[in-house]
Every structure is written in structure tokens, then in C-alpha cells.
């Protein structure tokens, strides 16, 4: 069985950093894209940011230039580097992962809290 475990959400200040971490574990061998998505009160689920195996990145608009996505390939782990944080960053960040186990899996992780006051 494959799960993603995410950690380092919290609450931050406006114009503060954060680091989010997302681990994959169990037998894997392989990962395709790994995406981050929020969630905020009263709204849809988006997406935030997106790495491909190959490394290519992608992002919504409201985080470019301020999030960035990379991944450590040994570790099986994703990040998601937020500077310049703005209340309307609030939200559960979840991890997804397209792994390549005994079979494919689209696997997600639990959500980590994010909020941006003061």
C-alpha cells in the first residue's frame, strides 16, 4: 500500500514563509507527476503546483513568482516552498501522487492546515 504523508503547514504572518513536505512510502517504483492542491473554506479544491517526473513545474497564477514545487527523487518527496504568503493562501494544502507500485495508484495525502494572519 502506498500513502503520502505531508507535514510543515502552521500558521504564518502575512509576507512569512513556509515549507510543506509531502513523503511517499511503501513499495514504489516510480513516481509520475506530483501535485500540490488547496482547499479554503466555502470553496472547490485547486490546483497550486505541479512536477513532473522530468522535473518540468507548473503553477496557478495566484502563486507564481511566490511558490515554488521541487522534489527530492531519492527521498520519494515533494515540497512546496511558499514565500510571500497572503491571507487568501489560506487553506488545507493536499498532496497527490501518481505512483507506480504492484499497479498504478492516484494516492492523496491527508491535508495540512495553512493560515496566514496576523
Known amino acids: 500500500q502506498v500513502q503520502l504523508v505531508e507535514s510543515g503547514g502552521g500558521l504564518v504572518q502575512p509576507g512569512g514563509s513556509l515549507r510543506l513536505s509531502c513523503a511517499a512510502s511503501?513499495?514504489?517504483?516510480?513516481?509520475?507527476?506530483m501535485v500540490w492542491y488547496r482547499q479554503a473554506p466555502g470553496k472547490q479544491r485547486e490546483l497550486v503546483a505541479v512536477?513532473?517526473?522530468?522535473?518540468?513545474?507548473n503553477y496557478a497564477d495566484s502563486v507564481k513568482g511566490r511558490f515554488t514545487i521541487s522534489r527530492d527523487y531519492a527521498k520519494n518527496t515533494v515540497y512546496l516552498h511558499m514565500n510571500s504568503l497572503k491571507a487568501e493562501d489560506t487553506a488545507v494544502y493536499y498532496c497527490n501522487a501518481d505512483v507506480v507500485s504492484n499497479r498504478r495508484y492516484d494516492v492523496w495525502g491527508q491535508g495540512t492546515q495553512v493560515t496566514v494572519s496576523s
Open positions: 511503501g513499495i514504489i517504483f516510480s513516481i509520475n507527476a
Open positions: 512536477i513532473t517526473s522530468g522535473g518540468s513545474t
